[in-house]
């Protein structure tokens, strides 16, 4: 229900802004990648201007998703660390409670387990 109202609410009217825009700028520009020589350059490409934004935007938010994951990768790294840690202590925790169900004193024993913080 939810995914719907965004489609509608969201979705639509973006892609009705993008198609105006794609009718509205769709003159031919001329990109040049010689900085040498402006009336003949030796690499260029003609195509629409609506094109050219759009494969520049794209550009933008895949470089943009690049630049943010290398930032984060300390967290990663971390959150990695500490299921590692959590993996070990479960595996620590079953030992023990192996352990203690096979001593003979286990009838009174209580079992290990995890138990959360009290208050947060």
Same mark, same amino acid.
């Given at each position: 229900?939810?995914?719907?109202?965004?489609?509608?609410?969201?979705?639509?009217?973006?892609?009705?802004?993008? @198609?105006?825009?794609?009718?509205? %700028?769709?003159?031919?520009?001329?990109?040049?990648?010689?900085?040498?020589?402006? /009336?003949?350059?030796?690499?260029?490409?003609?195509?629409?201007?609506?094109? @050219?934004?759009?494969?520049?935007?794209?550009?933008?938010?895949?470089?943009?998703?690049?630049?943010?994951?290398?930032?984060?990768?300390?967290?990663?790294?971390?959150?990695?660390?500490?299921?590692?840690?959590?993996?070990? @202590?479960?595996?620590?925790?079953? /030992?023990? %409670?192996?352990? @203690?169900?096979?001593?003979?004193?286990?009838? %009174?024993?209580?079992?290990?387990?995890?138990?959360?913080?009290?208050?947060?």
């Amino acid at each position: 229900m939810v995914r719907k109202l965004v489609f509608w609410l969201v979705l639509v009217p973006l892609a009705i802004v993008i @198609l105006m825009f794609a009718v509205a %700028n769709r003159e031919m520009v001329t990109v040049s990648f010689d900085p040498f020589s402006t /009336t003949q350059p030796a690499a260029s490409i003609t195509v629409p201007l609506f094109v @050219l934004i759009f494969i520049l935007v794209i550009l933008g938010v895949i470089i943009g998703g690049v630049a943010s994951w290398l930032r984060q990768s300390e967290y990663r790294r971390a959150a990695r660390r500490r299921d590692s840690d959590v993996y070990a @202590l479960r595996r620590e925790i079953e /030992t023990l %409670n192996a352990r @203690l169900a096979d001593s003979p004193a286990s009838s %009174n024993a209580a079992r290990l387990g995890y138990r959360p913080p009290l208050g947060g």
